[in-house]
Nanobody
Framework: QVQLVESGGGLVQAGGSLRLSCAASGRTSSNYPMGWFRQSPGKEREFVAAINWDGSTYYADSVKDRFTISRDNAKNTVYLQMNSLKPEDTTVYYC?????????????????WGQGTQVTVSS
């Protein structure tokens, strides 16, 4: 079993930046692909970014060139650096890990989830 705990959310003005962190514990593996998703009330969970064990990454078009996902395998931590934030980025962000190999964008492809962290971008 893997436990994931997100942190770093908060309130920021449009154009500002935040860095989210996701600390993994338990039966962890630095080889697990990791991802970030976000979900607003009444909407489906939306893929944001993913990173493989080797550092390869994939992004949703909506965040490409603004967000950067990275990982520190020694610390079992994944980060999401969010720059040029927009009001439409306001929502809860979730960290996820999958036991399989390769990058995936589907919610069902991930096996472990954090509790989420709120990001609010004011206009």
């Amino acid at each position: 079993q893997v436990q994931l705990v997100e942190s770093g959310g908060g309130l920021v003005q449009a154009g500002g930046s935040l860095r989210l962190s996701c600390a993994a514990s338990g039966r962890t593996s630095s080889n697990y692909p990791m991802g970030w998703f976000r979900q607003s009330p009444g909407k489906e969970r939306e893929f944001v970014a993913a990173i493989n064990w080797d550092g390869s990454t994939y992004y949703a078009d909506s965040v490409k060139d603004r967000f950067t996902i990275s990982r520190d395998n020694a610390k079992n931590t994944v980060y999401l650096q969010m720059n040029s934030l927009k009001p439409e980025d306001t929502t809860v962000y979730y960290c996820a890990a999958r036991r399989g190999f390769g990058l995936r964008v589907g919610e069902g492809d991930y096996d472990y989830w954090g509790q989420g962290t709120q990001v609010t971008v004011s206009s």
